[in-house]
C-alpha cells in the first residue's frame, strides 16, 4: 500500500484514514510506537532515527515486522 | 507436533549452551505452506539478557528478507530459558506474534540435562506438542499409495468364483 506524509507519523494516519485500526497496531496512546513491532524506513530501524518523527519523502519504503522476543 | 532433525536440535541446544547464561534466538526455516524445519538460523539476541530476548531488528530484517526471496517462513522460533523450565512465560506469551510457528524452548537451567520443548501460542492460547526427533526429515512430498485396481471383495478375481461376488455368507 503507499501513502503520503513528510513523517512516518503523518504517513501512518495517512493510510490509517484508508485501512482504519492501522495505526493504533503500532503506536501507543501515548503516541509511542509499540515495543512489539519493529518498523523501518529504507531498511533503517526508525528507533535510531527519530521513531515516528522519522522523515520520509517520496519513493521511500516503510517495513513493518512484528518483533521477536520474550522472556 | 514437530519434526526436528537431530542434528538441528543439537545444533540449537549447543547454541543455548554457548550463550548461557543470557537467552540463545533464533529460527528454522522452511518453505512456506510445508512445515518443515530445514535451515537453521541462529541469531543474536539484542538484549544479551538471562531474563529476555529480542532478535536484532536489523537481523531480523534480513532474516526475513532471505525467507522472502527462497519463499520460506519461519517454521520454528527457538529461544532458552537459563534458569527455568522451558515452557512460554508470560512474556513470550504476550510477544508471539506466529500463530502457524512452533515456539520451541530449551532450558539450560542444568548443565548435564537437555529439556526441549515445542508449543503453539495464538492470540494468548498455549498448546504444548510432542517433539519428534528423526536423523532426516521425511522426503518432501510422501509417496501416494495408490489403491491396487480390481475386485478386492471377498472373492478373487478367479473366473470360476466371479458369479458368486456380492454374496455374502454363502457357504
Known sequence: ??????????????????????????????????????????????????????????????????????G | MLILEAATLAAIIAHARRDHPDEACGVIAGPAGSDR??????????????????????EQLRVWREMDDRDEVPVVIYHSHTATEAAPSRTDIAYASEPRAHYLLV???????????????????????EVRV?????????????????????YPDDPAQQDRRGEVGVR
Do not use: C, W
Open chain 2, 134 to 154: 528423526v536423523e532426516t526429515l521425511p522426503s518432501q512430498q510422501p509417496a501416494i499409495q495408490e489403491e491396487p485396481h480390481g475386485h478386492r471383495g471377498p
Open chain 1, 1 to 70: 500500500m503507499s501513502g503520503d506524509g513528510a513523517t512516518l507519523s503523518a504517513l501512518l494516519s495517512d493510510i490509517d484514514a484508508r485501512h482504519p485500526g492501522l495505526r493504533d497496531r503500532l503506536v501507543t496512546q501515548d503516541g509511542a510506537l509499540h515495543r512489539f513491532v519493529n518498523v523501518y524506513v529504507n531498511d533503517e530501524d526508525v528507533r535510531f532515527t527519530g521513531a515516528l518523527e522519522t522523515p520520509v519523502k517520496d519513493g521511500d519504503s516503510v517495513t513493518i515486522l512484528p518483533a521477536v522476543a520474550g
Open chain 2, 37 to 58: 524445519a530445514e535451515r537453521l538460523i541462529p541469531m543474536a539476541n539484542a538484549e544479551r539478557s538471562p531474563t529476555f530476548y529480542r532478535l536484532d531488528a536489523a
Open chain 2, 107 to 129: 532450558s539450560t537451567r542444568d548443565p548435564d540435562v537437555e529439556e526441549v520443548r515445542s508449543y503453539r501460542i495464538d492470540g494468548g492460547a498455549v498448546t504444548e506438542e
